[in-house]
T-cell receptor, first 112, second 109 residues
Framework: DVKVTQSSRYLVKRTGEKVFLECVQDMDHENMFWYRQDPGLGLRLIYFSYDVKMKEKGDIPEGYSVSREKKERFSLILESASTNQTSMYLC???????????FGQGTRLTVV | GENVEQHPSTLSVQEGDSAVIKCTYSDSASNYFPWYKQELGKRPQLIIDIRSNVGEKKDQRIAVTLNKTAKHFSLHITETQPEDSAVYFCAAFINQFYFGTGTSLTVIP
């Protein structure tokens, strides 16, 4: 079974804090993705990576950065958390090309 | 970039009836169209997918159709059951996944 694991299920952070969300996959997938899920807005892509140390901006990269130092790990960083970044964050991974994406269980982040 | 639109946003059906969810896409180069089901509090999971060289695919009670000319694809669920209640997302793939905004399906027993 493919496993995509996110480091936290629930997280509460204060405004201005630097926040790290970690994602690990065990299927040797080349592609990894970070999405934000908000009611009525679906899944919006923040960043994705198609290889180690490679990253591409998605639709809503502002206020976020990412790091992929190892193939299995993709980190999302909120440089200075703000209340409008309160959301559900989903990580996903897939093989290169048009194949199924597997999702992590999600991290519900609340910024107060 | 690609733009995927999904309708309806909410759908209620009686148990045993059929449910249809429709998506359109804008980029004719998109070549892979997966459908994901997300139950409350759980991660999205693939239920069916179709590639651009296929017009229809069926897996038991669910089917997907693709019209490349019109750039739309649809999910069909027959003989709906309460456990089909969930949010469904369509997506189009061209270098990355572009998701629709989701359809909340409620099956009324």
């Amino acid at each position: 079974d493919v496993k995509v694991t996110q480091s936290s299920r629930y997280l509460v952070k204060r405004t201005g804090e630097k926040v790290f969300l970690e994602c690990v996959q065990d299927m040797d997938h080349e592609n990894m993705f970070w999405y934000r899920q908000d009611p009525g807005l679906g899944l919006r892509l923040i960043y994705f990576s198609y290889d180690v140390k490679m990253k591409e901006k998605g639709d809503i990269p502002e206020g976020y950065s990412v790091s992929r130092e190892k193939k299995e790990r993709f980190s999302l960083i909120l440089e200075s958390a703000s209340t409008n970044q309160t959301s559900m964050y989903l990580c996903a991974s897939s093989f290169r090309g048009n194949t199924e994406a597997f999702f992590g269980q999600g991290t519900r982040l609340t910024v107060v | 970039g690609e733009n995927v639109e999904q309708h309806p946003s909410t759908l209620s059906v009686q148990e045993g009836d059929s449910a249809v969810i429709k998506c359109t896409y804008s980029d004719s180069a998109s070549n892979y169209f997966p459908w994901y089901k997300q139950e409350l509090g759980k991660r999205p999971q693939l239920i069916i997918d179709i590639r651009s060289n296929v017009g229809e695919k069926k897996d038991q009670r669910i089917a997907v159709t693709l019209n490349k000319t019109a750039k739309h694809f649809s999910l069909h669920i027959t003989e709906t059951q309460p456990e089909d209640s969930a949010v469904y997302f369509c997506a189009a793939f061209i270098n990355q996944f572009y998701f629709g905004t989701g359809t909340s399906l409620t099956v009324i027993p």
